[in-house]
């Protein structure tokens, strides 16, 4: 049983590139989280999507970044003309439809994306 | 609006000794709260979850943590530290109105001396 799998593992890309992230949440999960984790600070949310919709978005800076989980395939994060301030690590999550806890069943995450702006 | 707070960046102790890392959380209601670690260049792992049913959570590596609701902490302990517990700790509360949104602290690194 496959966790999250996030690839690539590291990206480096020069300022003005696009970077592309992947996240395949485990197998019969439809939620998928994306964090987004800043040298020396904690997690913070950038955006939760179930299949085909955008649910939370109220963490993504409005500019250059997007996010999409088709029905079909992985979870992308797509970050548009980088700068080096978008160097950090992407964690992707996921969770499967309310179980034993409801909606605070656990994320499972990925072992993130680490994302080097050169 | 719910927040983590977690009291001390880092944290050193000697192996053997009892770690603790110290979590207060804000909450209008009674939350649900997880202690997931990471370690260095790894994602993050899941050690243990309060969802309001026994106070007191035991989770994996031997760390506990126990909610009180009083004191509105969370804190993790484990007896006796090894030298495989030195990796970063996060205390993380769930946003139940916000589809489960996981909220993170800041973080504690903790350091095991020989």
């Known amino acids: 049983n496959a966790g999250v799998m996030q690839n690539p593992r590291h990206l480096v890309r020069r300022r003005g590139q696009e970077a592309r992230l992947r996240c395949s949440p485990m197998?019969?999960?439809?939620?998928v989280y994306w964090y987004r984790q800043l040298p020396e600070e904690g997690l913070k949310f950038m955006v939760y999507?179930?299949?085909?919709?955008?649910?939370?978005e109220s963490g993504m800076p409005k500019e250059r970044f997007s996010a999409e989980f088709p029905k079909e395939g992985p979870s992308i994060l797509r970050i548009q003309q980088v700068v080096r301030g978008d160097s950090a690590a992407y964690f992707c999550?996921?969770?499967?439809?309310?179980?034993?806890?409801?909606?605070?069943?656990?994320?499972?995450f990925g072992n993130g994306t680490r994302l080097t702006v050169t | 609006a719910q927040s983590v707070t977690q009291l001390d960046s880092h944290v050193s102790v000697s192996e053997g000794t009892p770690v603790l890392l110290r979590c207060n959380y804000s909450?209008?209601?009674?939350?649900?709260l997880f202690w997931y670690v990471q370690h260095p260049n790894k994602g993050l792992q899941l050690l243990l979850k309060?969802?309001?049913?026994?106070?007191l959570v035991k989770g994996i590596n031997g760390f506990e943590a126990e909610f009180k609701k009083s004191e509105t902490s969370f804190h993790l302990t484990k007896p006796s530290a090894h030298m495989s517990d030195a990796a970063e700790y996060f205390c993380?509360?769930?946003?139940?109105?916000?589809?489960?949104?996981?909220?993170f602290g800041q973080g504690t690194e903790l350091s095991v001396k020989p």
């Open positions: 909450s209008s209601y009674s939350p649900s």
């Open positions: 999550a996921s969770r499967g439809l309310a179980g034993v806890y409801g909606n605070n069943s656990p994320l499972h």
């Open positions: 993380v509360v769930s946003d139940r109105n916000q589809g489960g949104k996981l909220i």
């Open positions: 309060y969802t309001s049913a026994a106070t």
């Open positions: 197998k019969g999960h439809s939620h």
């Open positions: 999507l179930q299949k085909e919709n955008i649910i939370d």
